[in-house]
């Protein structure tokens, strides 16, 4: 079982940003990805829908063999992760916005967090955010517009670009020290966030805590990989696999898949 994959799910090509922080971090993992393109955005489907379409993938990763799923959505993992428990015998993995460490840090006692309308209206959102920033005031923006731009291979274009101005002018109007990435996508967006925001304000996005959360679950359960042959890595996308294969460098083996 050990030697079998870590299967990783998303909406789409965003939750690749998590898949190569456990790649870094656990070289020989084999891993299966699984870009459920063709349905992004989750982030303004209704609880159910994002249930029904969060079972679909790990019923997939399941026939696959995965030891483990990650979650790699944050709109998924805060609508759907307790029913996946619930409902399957496996670890799950999930990712939330890291409100946590933003607000323990903070020094403006402001931060911004940038999210779908499914995470923020989450009530797993809600209660987060309750435990650690009472007291401190937390701008929420639902990012509208910004997975479908990426889905569709435009990270770095002018619409985007315009999009984030809108989108962080209401959180630098009020002096945020911390920027959360509550997205799985968004981290693609750090080299364009970093030049328009001021250097004091911080980005924080979870991919490196997922990734060491990953390592600890699987050890925990004696399932790390013990072979030392190369791993196995395949990523499988119901949409344009062009645009997976491009934000990945073409490092990896991708393919299309009608599921
Ligand atoms: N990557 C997903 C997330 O982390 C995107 C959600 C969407 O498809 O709207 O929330």
Redesign the pocket.
């Known amino acids: 079982m050990s030697n079998n994959p870590i299967g990783i799910f998303?909406?789409?090509i965003?939750?690749t940003s998590i898949f190569k922080e456990i790649h870094a971090l656990l070289p020989n993992e084999n891993c299966i990805y699984l870009a459920d393109s063709v349905?992004?955005?989750?982030?303004?489907?209704s609880k159910e829908e994002i249930v029904e379409l969060s079972v679909k993938n790990t019923e997939f990763l399941i026939n696959k063999g995965s030891k483990i799923i990650v979650v790699?959505?944050?709109?998924?993992?805060?609508n759907a992760i307790d029913f996946l428990r619930e409902n399957y015998n496996i670890p799950f993995i999930g990712?939330e916005p890291a409100i946590k460490p933003a607000a323990l840090n903070t020094k403006t006692k402001a931060i911004g967090i940038l999210?779908?309308?499914?995470?923020l209206s989450s009530q797993l959102f809600h209660k987060t955010t309750d435990l650690y920033a009472s007291g401190i005031k937390v701008i929420e923006q639902v990012g509208e517009g910004i997975?479908p731009l990426i889905?569709s291979g435009k990270v770095d274009s002018g619409q985007m670009q315009l999009l984030l101005e809108r989108y962080l002018k209401p959180m630098l109007e009020q002096n945020i020290d911390f920027l959360v990435l509550?997205?799985?996508?968004?981290p693609y967006l750090i080299p364009m966030l970093s030049k328009m925001l001021p250097s004091e304000v911080e980005i924080i996005d979870s991919g490196l805590a997922v990734a060491k959360q990953t390592q600890s679950v699987l050890a925990s359960n004696d399932l790390l990989n013990s072979s030392v042959s190369k791993p196995r890595i395949k990523l499988f996308s119901n949409g344009d696999v062009s645009v997976l294969d491009t934000i990945l460098n073409s490092k990896f083996d991708v393919s299309y898949l009608n599921f």
Not at 39 to 45: R, S, T
Not at 72 to 78: G, P, Q
């Open positions: 998303d909406s789409g965003g939750g349905n992004a955005p989750y982030g303004n489907k790699a959505c944050n709109t998924a993992t805060t990712i999210a779908t309308k499914g995470t997975v889905e509550g997205c799985t996508h968004y």
